[in-house]
């Protein structure tokens, strides 16, 4: 399974990313998380359907310091992605 989400709210500057790639890994999902010029936070999750769903649902929350307006999420189709990267 792959999505791609978009975060909004106070998601940079925040450790945001670096918690969804802890996230990540921790489920074993593979993929990226990207800080978006306009202030929001992009990520790809591959793998599991349960890891991928846990993965997006920490992002709908985020760590302490974030504060998460709104979450989009695309369906997509997988291509395979290793590991997982902090852009």
């Known amino acids: 399974m792959r999505h791609r989400v978009v975060v909004r709210g106070r998601v940079q500057g925040v450790f945001f990313r670096d918690s969804v790639r802890r996230q ?3 489920a074993g999902v593979t993929g990226w ?3 978006r010029p306009d202030g929001a936070v992009e ?3 591959e793998g599991a359907a349960d890891a991928v769903r846990r993965t997006v649902e920490f992002c709908r929350g985020g760590p302490p ?3 998460v307006l709104d979450v989009e999420c695309f369906d997509e ?3 395979g992605i290793s590991g997982f990267s902090v852009r």
């Open 77 to 79: 189709a997988p291509e």
């Open 43 to 45: 990520a790809v999750f």
């Open 65 to 67: 310091q974030a504060e």
């Open 33 to 35: 998380v990207e800080n």
């Open 24 to 26: 990540a890994l921790d």
